[in-house]
């Protein structure tokens, strides 16, 4: 079984797609695929899908929904396979558990990619976190689940995940900035600072980058316009790191390879 939830949902099996059309029972096949090889409680899936207003008929519609998987994986299983769709989505007292015999998962190989980063980075080799970084970063297609309508539970996973991504790009940032390459990251800050444009920690990382790359004129612009923002939309300064980078770059004086923002 393979399962990418870092982007649209994606769960086959023997390269067939067990993904329903209806938005319900996507959310329910997403949860379950997010928890694989983990029970997941009854009372959870129909907090996720029905929230507050959970229906009398609640427990034979999520019945319905689960029959519906079973046909998938049914129709994906082949001829002489030894489980059947039972074995792959089980019951439980009070629970549902998605198995297989072997599943692949891109989220546990964006987590492990990025420990395996932590790691060079402990033993000072910034080359290789970076590059491993940028591989579990590949992972990314868009949005987590991003054609799975959320509930409550489904948010605040993908709440998760997005800062986990978040994390790890901006730790690639840095290391890319201690590596010297400014240049090759400008575009990638330029595009990620119009996404947030509160976030001071990007914005000081394309200072940086456009001061190294001798575009100061551009690196105090784009300061000018985080405090415009904060200010308009928080009525707070930018916080004194950024304002002594600031200050540093307004100076003209070089910021050394090992310090950004």
Not at 236 to 245: G, I, N, T
Request: with cysteine; proline share 6%; hydrophobic share 45%.
């Amino acid at each position: 079984m393979d399962i990418e939830v870092l982007g649209p949902l994606s769960v086959r099996i023997h390269d067939r797609s067990i993904v329903p059309r209806a938005g319900k029972p996507r959310q329910l096949l997403a949860l379950l695929a997010l928890r694989a090889g983990r029970m997941v409680p009854v009372s959870t899936l129909m907090d996720e899908i029905w929230g507050d207003r959970i229906p009398r008929s609640a427990p034979t519609t999520l019945q319905t929904y689960v029959l519906q998987l079973r046909r998938l994986i049914g129709d994906a299983l082949p001829a002489d396979s030894p489980l059947s769709p039972k074995d792959i989505l089980t019951t439980h007292f009070g629970s549902y558990q998605l198995n297989a015999p072997a599943v692949t998962c891109d989220v546990n190989t964006f987590t492990d990619m990025s420990a395996t980063a932590g790691e060079a980075l402990a033993r000072g080799d910034d080359a290789a976190a970076s590059w491993m970084l940028g591989e579990a970063l590949a992972l990314w297609r868009g949005a987590a689940l991003a054609d799975v309508p959320a509930g409550r539970v489904l948010e605040t996973e993908v709440l998760g995940l997005n800062e986990q991504q978040t994390r790890a790009r901006e730790l690639r940032i840095e290391i890319d900035l201690r590596l010297g390459r400014h240049n090759e990251i400008l575009s990638e800050l330029l595009m990620l600072t119009a996404q947030r444009p509160l976030d001071e920690n990007l914005c000081g990382h394309l200072m940086t980058a456009l001061h190294r790359a001798g575009h100061t004129w551009r690196a105090l612009e784009a300061f000018q316009r985080l405090r415009t923002t904060l200010v308009d939309e928080l009525g707070v300064e930018p916080s004194a790191r950024v304002q002594r980078l600031h200050q540093h770059v307004l100076g003209g004086r070089p910021i050394p390879q090992g310090r950004a923002a």
